[in-house]
């Protein structure tokens, strides 16, 4: 069983800059690809950003250009870097595995304007 930690959300004003960690135990983390998911206010989960086991890499079109995914397997983490931050950008952000169906317990990000 693997089980995600997500961690370094907080209180941003808009235009400014987060970096998420998404921490993970057991050893098949390398091997898989890795979602950052944002659940707002009274909507459904959405993805945000996803890093392949090889590095490739997914955004949102809303979020290109401002958000960067990158992982550290010795570290067993991800991380997601975001920037230029937008109110509609609150929410709690978790992390996935691919074939994973079980979700941490997020980290709350609030963007005020």
């Known amino acids: 069983q693997v089980q995600l930690v997500e961690s370094g959300g907080g209180l941003v004003q808009a235009g400014g800059s987060l970096r998420l960690s998404c921490t993970a135990s057991?050893?098949?983390?390398?091997?898989?690809?890795v979602s950052w998911y944002r659940q707002a206010p009274g909507r459904q989960r959405e993805p945000v950003a996803t890093i392949g086991s090889g590095g490739n890499t997914n955004y949102a079109d809303s979020v290109k250009g401002r958000f960067n995914i990158y992982r550290d397997n010795a570290k067993n983490t991800v991380y997601l870097q975001m920037n230029s931050l937008n109110p509609d950008e609150t929410g709690v952000y978790y992390c996935?595995?691919?074939?994973?169906?079980?979700w941490g317990q997020g980290t709350q990000v609030t963007v005020s304007s």
């Open positions: 057991g050893r098949i983390f390398s091997n898989s690809a």
């Open positions: 996935k595995l691919s074939w994973s169906l079980t």
